[in-house]
């Protein structure tokens, strides 16, 4: 039995994640009214490496969210990378338009940051709602809502299903992109697909300052094994606890072969002593996800429905940076929902609404571009492991690649790199 509700909203929101709670924050923010539907309760997890680069920490600024060490943030001042028996530490470049920090917060209380944050600025929060497809106008196939279902914390159906209507929904509801796929929206296998597992560890280097990066791991002893494919990772956190993971990456969205889990067990067995990554000091199993990368879904506005962060494949290809994107992705979708719905007409509300796509490619469409071309490259160990052996010793080249792979450069003006940078994301085809 399907029960109307009364929770109808200017703009329903489906994920709670960073793309949900940013776009449900400057939602609220603008005055309108937002409804914002997680399937779980907080706190809950998330498969993610917990670093979050100048870009993102620029996205928390703007809004507002309290980003003290005392809220339980750790900042790092660079990336520390490791490979070809090098060892380098790359501060974050000072530009005007981001900080020159990072940021890392476990995922458990990140997002559960931003949600409330998002309450506290007016939307209304429902945990435990799991939305199971998208309400269509029966005349113009237009998204006019969704339905949902209350659930217990194991994702068992706890009542009857709900419908909740608004002029425009927001999707932001993770790789698995129910919505989308409800609405036809297929992924495209031409975008590059990357994994990532990770743990955590307790160890007496919680508080390094630097994000560490591996780019050589190995299946055995070093020199006397196989270059596995990937590149690993330890932020700190802060807490006694270090974020490790390793992840992969494919040209393509074809199944990989690759054992992640053994692999990650493998570059345990090597990794620096001084980390103490030991079985006794491991804080639960390892965990894997996927990342959608590239706007491997698409179109981001149609029909009444937007779609943000994991859900449209805001992924970075060239680092698996996906935060970023989904709170940038939320900030633009809501202003161009505020914008749609002054409109007085139809309209005039539908060509506001196209903004968000239109905003959103001119901004990283050229960059992720740019980053499946990259992918094509590394994604092959000989490559790699010969790009690090010669281009690590270079500061010049690996402040190029600092800058490139963390998408921090200036977009007009800056330094030569800046400049080259946002030259080659300008003339690359549209993703």
């Not at 609404?353 to 959103?360: C, G, I, P």
Request: include cysteine; glycine fraction near 12%.
């Amino acid at each position: 039995m399907v029960i109307a509700a009364h929770d109808d909203a200017d703009v329903i929101v489906v994920g709670a994640g960073p793309a949900g709670s940013a776009a449900a924050f400057h939602c609220a923010a603008a005055g309108l009214d937002v409804l914002l539907l997680e399937k779980a309760s907080f706190p809950r997890d998330k498969i993610c490496g917990d670093g979050l680069t100048p870009r993102a920490v620029a996205e928390l600024v703007r809004m507002g969210v309290p980003i003290r060490e005392q809220d339980g943030w750790i900042r790092n001042k660079g990336l520390r990378v490791l490979g070809g028996g090098h060892r380098l530490e790359l501060p974050w470049p000072e530009l005007s338009s981001y900080p020159s920090y990072g940021l890392a917060k476990a995922r458990t209380s990140f997002d559960h940051t931003l949600a409330s944050h998002a309450r506290s600025a007016g939307a209304k929060l429902l945990e435990r709602t799991n939305v199971t497809g998208p309400l269509r106008d029966e005349r113009s196939g237009r998204v006019v809502g969704v339905t949902a279902r209350p659930v217990d914390d194991d994702g068992r159906r706890t009542g009857d299903e709900v419908v909740y209507r608004a002029p425009v929904v927001i999707a932001a509801d993770g790789v698995s992109a129910r919505l989308a796929t409800g609405m036809g929206l297929q992924k495209r296998d031409d975008r590059p697909m990357g994994v990532a597992v990770r743990t955590y560890f307790r160890t007496p280097r919680h508080d390094d300052p630097w994000m560490e990066s591996h780019l050589e791991l190995w299946d055995g002893a070093p020199g006397r094994s196989n270059l596995m494919p990937g590149y690993g990772w330890i932020f700190s956190l802060g807490d006694g606890t270090a974020n490790v993971g390793l992840g992969s990456v494919s040209s393509t969205a074809a199944a990989t072969k690759v054992d992640y889990k053994a692999l990650f067990a493998a570059w345990m067995r090597n990794a620096p002593e001084e980390w103490e990554f030991t079985e006794d000091n491991q804080l639960g199993p390892v965990r894997g996800a996927a990342l959608p990368m590239g706007f491997n879904r698409g179109p981001l506005y149609g029909n009444g429905l937007m779609l943000a962060g994991d859900s449209a494949g805001m992924v970075s290809p060239f680092n698996g940076e996906g935060i970023a994107y989904g709170l940038q992705a939320g900030r633009v979708a809501a202003d161009a929902i505020s914008q749609g719905l002054a409109r007085g007409t139809a309209a005039g509300r539908e060509r506001a609404f196209a903004t968000y796509q239109r905003r959103m490619k001119d901004d990283l469409g050229g960059y992720y571009t740019l980053g499946r071309q990259f992918v094509r490259i590394i994604e092959h160990p000989q490559v790699m492991r010969l790009l690090t052996k010669h281009g690590l010793p270079r500061p010049l080249i690996m402040q190029f690649v600092l800058k490139l792979l963390s998408d921090c450069y200036e977009p007009r003006g800056g330094d030569l790199i800046d400049r080259v940078i946002a030259g080659l994301a300008r003339i690359a085809p549209d993703a």
